[in-house]
């Protein structure tokens, strides 16, 4: 029985016990002052009677006469004259009348005891007789149940002031315990949340020591975070630009390259300076440094707009700039050589030799070393001009729509027709287990034709608004797989998509209606549409965490530092982007970072599954640091 049920009945029953005993003693005092009023009335009714008859000539016909006369008038259940010795002269006797509307239960549990009036009849000197009345009880009753009946009205009423009172009451004492209870769900759902203290003592005392417990779980959480942040950028990062380093841009350029997801078709550019030695030379390191920081800040600007972008610090004095999605590198070009003129201007830079932009357009699935192959010609090309100059490597011709009524008709047509299909890709633990297929959608634009990878439509289809449905097809789909057998089912969901209060209601009702499955189904959410869009994915969370869904993050870890925003959001696990996966098994440097991620993941109680697995070295040394499972072309298809 709930603490508040107890509380209702314990109110219920002290009301009741105290009505029923004011009940009872005010019914048991009107009785006996009903009593005494009997008894006084009959003393000085006989007192009067024989006052009167003493008066009177003691004729017998005259005496009964008078008699007759008091008895007649109702109000006596017995009237009765005795001699000296005891003998009955005259009586006059009848029922008891108990009353009109009085029921006969009320009158054998409240008797009414009518006490006899006594008198002496005088005749002369001498005692005549002695006169006995009994007064009917029947008015006492009616006096006794009717006030019975009001004093029990007037006791409902006060119940029910009572209950409303109590109510208020119970609700005041409730709604901080709600809070406190609440907050104690939300822990254990990995919801770090604070509430306001309420004013009672005890459970103020009892909030402020929740509250301040999850704010010492939210220090310790932000400072590990921190100090896994810095470990990062020290594993990716140049230290003068703050750039991403060699190693981690390679991983970058493969993931743009391979991921599924990952945009069709972009570019890369290529900047080196001409003589960073002989700045080095000249001005100190003091002032190659201070160039090469400007440079950093001028390509960090460049990508701060455009999701997936990444700029690197390669060598010395080599950068690079990926632009996927991009087919036309010269506006970023061209940024870069005002760069270089303005460092030429404010004389850091020899006007004689001050550097080469090189770029390319590439196609998803090309070979990297072929890539980098043609950029390097590029950049060799464009050393052959004096100064400054910029050069541009043969670049793949579009073959797909690229005006958007193009592709809105195609994507309105593959919608209609219901040409879209899920792929599945084992996401399997370190047990051997499956924990869920991944399943991103295909799209095919004409009958029969060439099916379509997530990156080749979905950033059109933000463009044009349309990411609402193409998700609701593809969360449609991933629960018809489910009720046909599928163990587990994850689909990936749009930032754009789960900003649409309209697309989170209708999503809702889709997996509603088929809550039994719920629980097998994941939906993801990309890490950048996930903080691009942070209060909207708060609000989706909180939606659909009731329904049982599996919630999480996928192509985690480049915004770390905004980790401590998901404390109180609720998630069941995270999917670590494929750039910090590649090659883990050779660098030390991630490998720390990427163990610390596990722990604090796992200490909030999240799942862990690392992306985009290429070769049997990285999937042997993924438990180590703590992953829970692994998807990827290393980890085996097995029969489902």
């Known amino acids: 029985m709930s603490l508040f049920r107890q509380l209702w009945l314990a109110v219920i029953a002290s009301a009741v016990i105290a009505f ?3 009940m009872v003693v005010s019914t048991l005092t009107a009785r006996h002052y009903l009593e005494r009023q009997l008894a006084i009335k009959n003393n000085d009714n006989a007192a009067t009677l024989a006052l009167a008859m003493s008066q009177l000539d003691k004729d017998p016909v005259t005496i009964e006469l008078q008699i007759s006369a008091v ?3 109702g109000q006596y259940a017995l009237v009765r004259l005795t001699d000296p010795d005891g003998k009955t002269m005259i009586e006059k006797a009848g029922p008891q009348n108990a009353g009109r509307n009085v029921p006969e239960w009320f009158i054998r549990l409240l008797p009414i005891e009518s006490k006899p009036g006594q008198a002496q009849v005088s005749s002369g000197w ?7 009345l009994i007064s009917h009880s029947s ?5 006794l149940w009717w006030g019975a009946l009001q004093l029990l009205g007037w006791f409902a009423i006060g119940g029910i002031l009572v209950g409303l009172l109590g109510m208020e009451f119970l609700g005041r004492i409730r709604r901080p315990l709600d809070a406190v209870v609440g907050q104690a769900k939300a822990i254990s759902e990995r919801r770090f949340t604070t509430i306001s203290e309420p004013s009672t003592p005890e459970l103020k005392s009892l909030a402020r020591a929740m509250n301040a417990m999850v704010e010492r779980l939210k220090a310790m959480f932000a400072e590990e975070a921190a100090r896994l942040e810095q470990l990062r950028r020290e594993a990716n990062h140049d230290s003068v630009t703050g750039l991403a380093n060699r190693a981690f841009f390679m991983n970058q350029l493969a993931a743009a390259l391979s991921d599924d997801d990952a945009p069709p078709s972009g ?14 030379k000249r001005a100190g390191r003091e002032m190659a440094d201070e160039v090469l920081r400007r440079i950093g800040s001028t390509l960090n600007g460049l990508i701060e707009e455009k999701p997936n972008a990444a700029a690197a610090r390669l060598n010395g004095a080599d950068f690079a700039l990926l632009l996927p999605g991009v087919l036309n590198p010269a506006p970023y070009a061209e ?8 460092l030429v201007a404010a004389g850091q830079i020899d006007g004689e030799r001050i550097g080469y932009v090189a770029s390319s357009s590439y196609q998803h699935n090309q070979g ?9 010609a590029a950049l060799a090309s464009a050393e052959t001009e004096s100064g400054l100059g910029w050069c541009r490597a043969d670049s793949y011709d579009e073959q797909q729509p690229t005006s958007s009524a193009d592709w809105k008709k195609l994507l309105d047509g593959a919608i209609q027709a219901q040409r879209l299909r899920l792929i599945d890709f084992p996401v399997a633990g370190y047990g051997g287990q499956l924990l869920h297929l991944e399943c991103p959608l295909r799209l095919q634009t004409t009958e029969g034709g060439e099916w379509l990878a ?3 439509f979905m950033p059109m289809a933000a463009r044009l608004a349309m990411t609402s449905e193409l998700d609701l097809a593809a969360a449609r789909l991933a629960i018809e797989r489910v009720a046909a057998g599928a163990l587990a089912v994850a689909v990936n969901l749009s930032g754009e998509s789960i900003m649409d209060a309209t697309f989170r209601n209708r999503l809702f009702a889709l997996i509603a209606a088929r809550k039994d499955l719920a629980p097998r189904l994941w939906l993801e959410v990309s890490e950048i549409g996930v903080f691009k869009h942070f209060n909207a994915f708060h609000a989706f969370c909180d939606a659909m965490r009731p329904l049982g869904c599996r919630l999480g993050i996928e192509h985690f870890g480049r915004q770390f530092s905004e980790i401590g925003r998901l404390h109180g959001i609720g998630l069941d696990y995270l999917k670590v982007d494929g750039s910090f996966i590649r090659a883990i098994d050779s660098q030390t440097g991630n490998q720390t970072f990427i163990k610390g991620l596990c722990s604090i993941a796992h200490n909030i109680g999240l799942t862990v599954i690392a992306e985009g697995v290429q070769s049997a070295g990285e999937l042997a040394i993924l438990p180590e640091l703590g992953f829970d499972g692994a998807t990827g072309p290393a980890v085996p298809r097995k029969e489902r």
């Open 126 to 132: 001498n005692q005549f007789g002695t006169i006995e």
């Open 335 to 342: 940024i870069l050589l005002h760069a270089l003129n303005d």
């Open 20 to 22: 029923t005993g004011s």
């Open 368 to 376: 990297m070393a072929k890539l980098l192959a043609g950029v390097d």
């Open 454 to 456: 997530a990156g080749s």
């Open 71 to 73: 008895f007649d008038s």
């Open 267 to 280: 570019s890369l550019v290529l900047l080196r300076l001409a003589d960073l030695a002989g700045i080095n």
């Open 139 to 143: 008015f006492a009753y009616t006096e």
